[in-house]
């Protein structure tokens, strides 16, 4: 079984169409990589996943069902900005996850926090956006989860802590889970990248094997992707 299904999905908010008919089948165990420029529907399309929207028509599908309180369980979800109580201590917010989330490892965080120098006593107004994109990025990896949502998972953060972020995310998440991470920084990302969907204008236009779709077109992800949207 897919580890998603998305069957005819559209969505439109006041009679514009976002999402035009998607149809996508997403396998467990693969990291993939959702790609398009900002405003294309790569945000929208998560969203449905997350259960936060209601197709207009069509459906998607979670390990065969609809989205619902079931899904939350298996879904570890980074959205693109800052949710966290700016009050909180991140102490306070680790013991929060572990209270609400069974499948959040303390000590796992608590590991990740130590390798990218976040104090675990810190405040979050204390911390600056970067840091507290670290931070969330480290609250979501932290759960075992059976797919784990990124929507730009390093747009805050500078170069030098991009590859830790990846190799932080390629070695964090389980086996047979799935990690869709949404980027327009695709040279940062490709080399994790087992599969790419590109989205544009709501429609899904090219979705392959990262490796035989670089091997077809002798050329980067990130090359590929500037020819298709003419960047």
Known sequence: MELVKCNNLCKEFDNKQILNNINLSLPKGKIIGL????????????????????????????????????????????????YLDKGMRVSQILTLFEEFYENFNK????????????????????????????????????RDAKLYILDEPLGGVDPATRDYILDTILSNFS?????????????????????????????IILTSSADELRAKENASIDEIFRRCFKC
Do not use: C, W
């Open 175 to 203: 086996e047979g889970a799935s990690v869709i991470i949404s980027t327009h920084l695709i040279s940062d990302i490709e080399r994790i990248l087992d599969e790419v969907i590109f989205i544009d204008k709501g429609n």
């Open 107 to 142: 000590e796992k965080a608590i590991k990740l926090l130590n390798d990218l120098d976040l104090d675990i006593n810190s405040r979050v107004n204390k911390m600056s956006k970067g840091m507290q994109e670290k931070l969330q990025l480290i609250l979501v990896m932290s």
């Open 35 to 82: 790609l398009g420029k900002n405003g294309m529907g790569k945000t929208t399309l998560i969203k449905l996943m997350n259960d936060l929207l209601t197709p207009t028509s069509g459906e998607v599908l979670i390990n065969g069902e609809k989205p619902s309180v079931n899904s939350k369980k298996i879904i570890s979800y980074l959205p693109e900005r800052t």
